[in-house]
T-cell receptor, first 115, second 115 residues
Framework: AQTVTQSQPEMSVQEAETVTLSCTYD???????LFWYKQPPSRQMILVIR??????QNATENRFSVNFQKAAKSFSLKISDSQLGDAAMYFC????????????FGTGTSLTVIP | EPEVTQTPSHQVTQMGQEVILRCVPI?????FYWYRQILGQKVEFLVS????????KSEIFDDQFSVERPDGSNFTLKIRSTKLEDSAMYFC?????????????FGPGTRLLVL
């Protein structure tokens, strides 16, 4: 089974600064999708960004971007110009393109934004 | 923007009792999922559901669990005889497609506590 590892249980960042959350995964597949979800204290998990493994270009969504290193099986999330509303639990997730539709999640990183 | 909703937000039950967790997926979605997260652990896949039948399930989803789409809007997870270890946050999700990268949209969760 695929495994997803988030090695940073907690991170903090100063408002307006940049922070990078790390995620690594283990798979033998070549075709898959990667996601970052944000879960604010209100508990709704919201999609932040997604990446198709066949695309070499890193995905970007406004202040959020990823550094996808397929050979290293690494998928980090960079948040630029951090805002107070970015404070949340962030989950990295993996989904196979061929062998099922379930998501495999990491344990999450709790991000604190310091005013 | 359409959202997945779940009720109740919290449920406390006695060991051995039956519980039903309810979800209303996004209206035009066709694929439905349940995940759970035991406190401090990863979000884990339980089951996926399409066309009124289970399409995939994990080892966690044993005979104590069942899912149903009783009408055109609700999607339920039933635990027949709850155990202490069933205490967790249960997330419902839905998506509009399966074998592509379509994103799963998550509800806010139901926190189940089994005493």
């Amino acid at each position: 089974a695929q495994t997803v590892t988030q090695s940073q249980p907690e991170m903090s960042v100063q408002e307006a600064e940049t922070v990078t959350l790390s995620c690594t995964y283990d798979t033998s597949e070549s075709d898959y999708y990667l996601f970052w979800y944000k879960q604010p204290p209100s508990r709704q998990m919201i999609l932040v960004i997604r990446q198709e493994a066949y695309k070499q270009q890193n995905a970007t969504e406004n202040r959020f971007s990823v550094n996808f290193q397929k050979a290293a099986k690494s998928f980090s999330l960079k948040i630029s110009d951090s805002q107070l509303g970015d404070a949340a639990m962030y989950f990295c997730a993996y989904r196979s393109a061929n062998t099922g539709n379930q998501f495999y999640f990491g344990t999450g990183t709790s991000l604190t934004v310091i005013p | 923007e359409p959202e997945v909703t779940q009720t109740p937000s919290h449920q406390v039950t006695q060991m051995g009792q039956e519980v039903i967790l309810r979800c209303v997926p996004i209206s035009n979605h066709l694929y439905f999922y349940w995940y759970r997260q035991i406190l401090g652990q990863k979000v884990e896949f339980l089951v996926s559901f399409y066309n009124n039948e289970i399409s995939e399930k994990s080892e966690i989803f044993d005979d104590q669990f069942s899912v149903e789409r009783p009408d055109g809007s609700n999607f339920t997870l039933k635990i027949r005889s709850t155990k202490l270890e069933d205490s967790a946050m249960y997330f419902c999700a839905s998506s509009s497609r399966d074998w592509y990268q379509e994103t799963q949209y998550f509800g806010p969760g139901t926190r189940l506590l089994v005493l």
